[in-house]
């Protein structure tokens, strides 16, 4: 089966750059992802890495390492709309089905 | 495209009825997946689809739960009968599958099961 651990709770300023953990246990890995959900809302789509490195999309950034079973989701610049949770989801399987991590929520402070 | 789309958005039922929750996913996606979110057991797969054919029902919680989807535009989830631990919110995804793992989610259904 699958695991994922991932804080439970971020705070951070406005302006201020946040780094949001993830290691995960998994057979069959297809590759890490990140999503956003605000509350009441849909989770969507962040970022995907399927190979070790750094990806970058605008103020976000994730980063995986698959020999440590690691990655990370990176915010910079942080804005007080960023206050969400964040899922890291681990795809395996034939339809790269996601595994979900329990979620971080974040909360940005002015 | 106006995204995956389900219905209704919201539902308040009594327990021991049936429930039908509906999904249209984004037109040309080939994979979806219907999940559960509560709070305490977070986001939950429970079943999904490959060219509308069930590949892995194994997160469907129990024989009350059954999904179809009888077209690649149209898929169900329908719980009966229903039960209070059922209240949780349902959402439906689609994605290519060849896209690598950006899933899609819809706007979700919040059930009530009183």
């Known amino acids: 089966g699958q695991s994922l651990e991932q804080p439970s709770e971020v705070t951070a300023v406005e302006g201020a750059i946040v780094q949001i953990n993830c290691t995960y246990q998994?057979?069959?890995?297809?590759?890490l992802s990140w999503y956003q959900q605000h509350d009441g809302g849909a989770p969507t789509f962040l970022s995907y890495?399927?190979?070790?490195g750094l990806e970058e999309t605008g103020r976000f950034s994730s980063f995986l390492s698959r020999s440590d079973s690691y990655g990370y989701l990176l915010l910079q610049e942080l804005q007080m709309k960023d206050s969400a949770s964040y899922f890291c989801?681990?795809?395996?399987?034939?339809?790269?089905?996601?595994?979900f991590g329990s979620g971080t929520q974040l909360t940005v402070l002015p | 495209d106006a995204g995956v789309i389900q219905s209704p958005r919201h539902e308040v039922t009594e327990m021991g009825q049936e429930v039908t929750l509906r999904c249209k996913p984004i037109?040309?996606?080939?994979?979806l997946f219907w999940y559960r979110q509560t709070m305490m057991r977070g986001l939950e797969l429970l079943i999904y689809?490959?060219?509308?054919?069930?590949?892995?029902d194994s997160g469907m919680p129990e024989d009350r739960f059954s999904a179809k989807m009888p077209n690649a535009s149209f898929s169900t989830l329908k719980i009966q009968p229903s039960e209070p631990r059922d209240s949780a919110v349902y959402f439906c995804?689609?994605?290519?599958?060849?896209?690598?793992?950006?899933?899609?989610f819809g706007p979700g259904t919040r059930l009530t099961v009183l």
């Open positions: 995804a689609s994605s290519l599958g060849t896209s690598g793992n950006e899933q899609f």
């Open positions: 998994t057979s069959g890995f297809y590759g």
């Open positions: 689809f490959n060219n509308n054919v069930p590949i892995d």
């Open positions: 989801a681990v795809g395996s399987g034939s339809a790269r089905q996601l595994t």
């Open positions: 037109s040309g996606h080939n994979s």
């Open positions: 890495n399927a190979l070790d």
